[in-house]
């Protein structure tokens, strides 16, 4: 239509471009297509590997693995997180470690150690060995060894502690008696076993 008659074939080093009815033939000519080599199948069968679970296999009782890190495995296990905006209800017991971020309302016992965070909340009993309180306590609160109340701490109800460290801006309000040198405390009466 432009500049191209009907009847005129394009030479081959010629620059002209295909009208828009033309189409190019990218096909390789009939010699140099028997010439080619064949291509492998898309998808050849290859045998698959049975999956590795020896990761998942008990260990056997003389393993590598050193009583220190056992013990620090063990630990960690035992450790239960309240992350932040999550809420617990209930009761907790046999944990090393409780770092409360949420809120937790439950009776915790046979525990080492809590931390509340500054957007902790505890509600509830605990009978614990040592306590560092950044967030809010409301309870009653048994600390054998060290309750740590920092400045941004409060802790309300019926305390009973063996040493206590309050920063300054820390809040303890209630009943708070300190516990004698050594002294067992006795378990909390609850249904009279």
């Given at each position: 239509?432009?500049?191209?008659?009907?009847?005129?074939q394009p030479t081959h080093g010629s620059t002209a471009s295909p009208a828009d009815g033309d189409s190019k033939?990218?096909?390789?000519?009939?010699?140099?297509?028997?010439?080619?080599?064949?291509?492998?199948?898309?998808?050849?069968?290859?045998?698959?590997?049975?999956?590795?679970?020896?990761?998942?296999?008990?260990?056997?009782?003389?393993?590598?693995?050193?009583?220190?890190?056992?013990?620090?495995?063990?630990?960690?296990?035992?450790?239960?997180?309240?992350?932040?905006?999550?809420?617990?209800?209930?009761?907790?017991?046999?944990?090393?470690?409780?770092?409360?971020?949420?809120?937790?309302?439950?009776?915790?016992?046979?525990?080492?150690?809590?931390?509340?965070?500054?957007?902790?909340?505890?509600?509830?009993?605990?009978?614990?060995?040592?306590?560092?309180?950044?967030?809010?306590?409301?309870?009653?609160?048994?600390?054998?060894?060290?309750?740590?109340?920092?400045?941004?701490?409060?802790?309300?109800?019926?305390?009973?502690?063996?040493?206590?460290?309050?920063?300054?801006?820390?809040?303890?309000?209630?009943?708070?008696?300190?516990?004698?040198?050594?002294?067992?405390?006795?378990?909390?009466?609850?249904?009279?076993?």
């Open positions: 239509m432009f500049g191209k008659k009907k009847d005129e033939n990218y096909a390789k000519p009939d010699a140099a297509a028997a010439s080619a080599p064949a291509r492998p199948a898309m998808n050849p069968d290859i045998a698959r590997r049975s999956p590795d679970m020896s990761a998942f296999a008990p260990r056997p009782s003389g393993s590598s693995t050193s009583p220190a890190q056992r013990t620090t495995a063990e630990a960690e296990q035992k450790k239960l997180i309240v992350g932040r905006d999550i809420f617990l209800n209930g009761e907790i017991r046999t944990c090393d470690s409780l770092v409360v971020e949420g809120k937790v309302e439950a009776v915790l016992s046979d525990c080492r150690a809590m931390d509340i965070a500054g957007s902790g909340e505890f509600r509830g009993s605990a009978e614990i060995e040592s306590a560092d309180i950044s967030g809010r306590f409301d309870g009653d609160l048994i600390v054998r060894q060290r309750l740590t109340i920092r400045a941004t701490g409060k802790v309300l109800g019926k305390i009973r502690y063996g040493q206590l460290e309050v920063e300054r801006g820390g809040v303890i309000s209630g009943t708070i008696e300190a516990l004698a040198d050594g002294a067992a405390v006795p378990p909390a009466s609850g249904n009279g076993r």
